[in-house]
């Protein structure tokens, strides 16, 4: 995984709430293991007339080119429904790195950390406060600080995570990568039961 420190970025809004994983990544597309690839279906029923990738629906948030970035800001109770993982690689495969709402669905946000996405959960006002920025601000996200920031007035509010997934993001590690970096503690602490 990627290492996650500070990120500054504009964002995209997509001010829908309750959406599920299966708005995230239909479950059509769940035939791979692989994590890579699934970016290109994120959103699909939204993004596109009839599943035709060759109409995109113009109205949508993510084919307007004006809109980028790695930060997607959504309505309240993301990632609710289905349990399936393949919603945080869509994501990440597409290029976002946060994700930030008022309110996560919890088996979405544990799958997210896992996978190098970092849920930021803030308030509803600040989530408005967000959402009536101009196209083109920016946000910057302090994982080490655990802070978000709206560049554009100074305003900022701290997001809980939980200790163990913060020392994975900052390092980009996953499980395994972590055992292994502390596997001498692990073999010094085994010595001490022989």
Known sequence: MKSLKNIQSTFIP???ENIDTDQIIPARFLKSTSREGF???LFRDWRYSHNDEA???ADFILNKPEYKGSILVAGKNFGC???REHAA????DYGFHVV???FFADI???NALNNGVLPVQVSDKFLQKIFALENGSTLSVDLE???ITIDATGEQEKFDINNYKKTCLLNGYDDIDYLLSIKQDIINFEKTLA
């Open 89 to 92: 690689w869509s994501l990440l």
């Open 108 to 110: 979405f946000k544990n």
């Open 100 to 102: 930030v709402s008022s």
């Open 39 to 41: 970016g290109k279906n």
């Open 55 to 57: 109409q995109p629906k």
């Open 81 to 83: 429904g289905s349990s």
């Open 145 to 147: 600080k655990q802070t």
């Open 14 to 16: 997509l001010m829908e």
